[in-house]
C-alpha cells in the first residue's frame, strides 16, 4: 500500500508541474529576436528541468511530453504539431542529458555540470531541428533558415535554455524538500 501512496503523490506532484509549465507559459512569453518572432522565450521549461532533477530523466522526458502536448493544442495551437515535436526535441534532450547526469552525483557541482551539458546539447539540437523541420513548418528555404543558424537560432537557443537552467538552479534546492517529502 505504501508503493501505491508514494506513486500516488509522485504522479500528483509531476502533475502539478505540468500545470505550473503550461500557466507559465499562457502568462510570460515574448520574442528575443525581431528577426525570428516565432522564437518567444518562456519559461516553461523551468517546472520540467526541476521534476528532472527530483524524479530523474525518464520523469523529465514523460513531463515533456505532456507540457508540449497540451502546450501546443491550447496556448500555441498555431504551431501545430510541428511546435509540440520541436519542443519535445528541445526540452526532452535537455531532459535526458541533464537528468542522466545529475543521478548520478546530486551536489552543486554536478547540478552545474549537468545543467551546462543539458543548454549544450538542447541548443545543438534546435539548431539541426530547425534546418530540417522549419522548412517544412514554415515554408522557408532551408538555405535561409540556415543562414539564420548564427545570428538567430543558436543565441535564441542558448539564452532560452541558459535563463531557464539558472532559474531552475536556484531554486531547485529550496523545491526539493517539498517534491521528496
Known sequence: M??????????????????ISVVLVVIVHFPLFPAAPYLEYDPADIPIFIGT???GPMAGVVLTVLVSVIQGTTVSA????????????????????????????????????ALAAGVIVMTAVMCAANLVITPIYSGMPRETVAAMILPVI????????GVNALITFFLYKRISPFLHK
Not at 154 to 161: A, D, H, I, Q
Open 2 to 19: 505504501n508503493n501505491v501512496h508514494t506513486g500516488t503523490t509522485r504522479l500528483a506532484k509531476m502533475a502539478m508541474l505540468v500545470a
Open 154 to 161: 543558436l543565441p535564441f537557443n542558448l539564452v532560452k535554455s
Open 53 to 55: 532533477f527530483a524524479f
Open 78 to 113: 498555431g504551431s501545430q504539431i510541428w511546435g509540440i515535436i520541436m519542443h519535445i526535441m528541445a526540452t526532452g534532450s535537455f531532459a535526458v542529458v541533464a537528468g542522466n547526469m545529475y543521478k548520478h552525483k546530486k551536489d552543486r557541482k554536478s547540478a552545474v555540470a
